[in-house]
T-cell receptor, first 115, second 112 residues
Framework: DAGVIQSPRHEVTEMGQEVTLRCKPISGHNSLFWYRQTMMRGLELLIYFNNNVPIDDSGMPEDRFSAKMPNASFSTLKIQPSEPRDSAVYFC?????????????FGDGTRLSIL | GESVGLHLPTLSVQEGDNSIINCAYSNSASDYFIWYKQESGKGPQFIIDIRSNMDKRQGQRVTVLLNKTVKHLSLQIAATQPGDSAVYFCAERAGTASKLTFGTGTRLQVTL
């Protein structure tokens, strides 16, 4: 069975550029999460969706970050303009049922480097 | 999960031995716990979970123990194999209105 699919796997771009990260959740899952992982802060929840609706975006660092989920099989996380401190690994995860009372299944992430 | 700073604690185990990875939590309202395994360059992989109404849960070669009295969670891996080498995270939900909080992880190194 296909797991959570993220693209691109790696992204290197210059500061000021727009970055778009993509995620396809596991088919049938109704909650989707975007996380960021850094050495300094570990794994942090940025935003999550339930039935395609954003529920909690309190973890989104700034207005430069935005996320959308136009349908049940696709989500994007956009950073505009990007800054060097945004460099991190960004993970997408999905689950079925209660968003935080079931295992979340993660993709393999996008490693983002902002120069 | 606890915050243990920038340095990942490392557990070194010989192949074939049993491994025990520990996690402390501070919130007595935490009611759900998950263990994840993360290999280099990959996303966290679900291993096993446990709800607070249980003390022990077993999977294939893994056992999770929950001690609510001392707020301690452990992951036991039987007959550790080289493929078990990875960083292991615990995550907790601090009650019904909460999200998951992830610990910083423990690196497991399996020596031959």
């Amino acid at each position: 069975d296909a797991g959570v699919i993220q693209s691109p796997r790696h992204e290197v771009t210059e500061m000021g550029q727009e970055v778009t990260l993509r995620c396809k959740p596991i088919s049938g899952h109704n909650s989707l999460f975007w996380y960021r992982q850094t050495m300094m802060r570990g794994l942090e929840l940025l935003i999550y969706f339930n039935n395609n609706v954003p529920i909690d975006d309190s973890g989104m660092p700034e207005d430069r970050f935005s996320a959308k989920m136009p349908n049940a099989s696709f989500s994007t996380l956009k950073i505009q303009p990007s800054e060097p401190r945004d460099s991190a690994v960004y993970f997408c995860a999905s689950t079925l049922g209660d968003p935080f009372y079931q295992p979340q299944h993660f993709g393999d992430g996008t490693r983002l480097s902002i120069l | 999960g606890e915050s243990v700073g920038l340095h990942l604690p490392t557990l070194s185990v010989q192949e074939g031995d049993n491994s025990i990875i520990n996690c402390a939590y501070s919130n007595s309202a935490s009611d759900y716990f998950i263990w994840y395994k993360q290999e280099s360059g990959k996303g966290p992989q679900f291993i096993i979970d446990i709800r607070s109404n249980m003390d022990k849960r077993q999977g294939q070669r893994v056992t999770v123990l929950l001690n609510k009295t001392v707020k301690h969670l452990s992951l036991q891996i039987a007959a550790t194999q080289p493929g078990d080498s990875a960083v292991y995270f615990c995550a907790e939900r601090a009650g019904t209105a909460s999200k998951l909080t992830f610990g910083t992880g423990t690196r497991l190194q399996v020596t031959l």
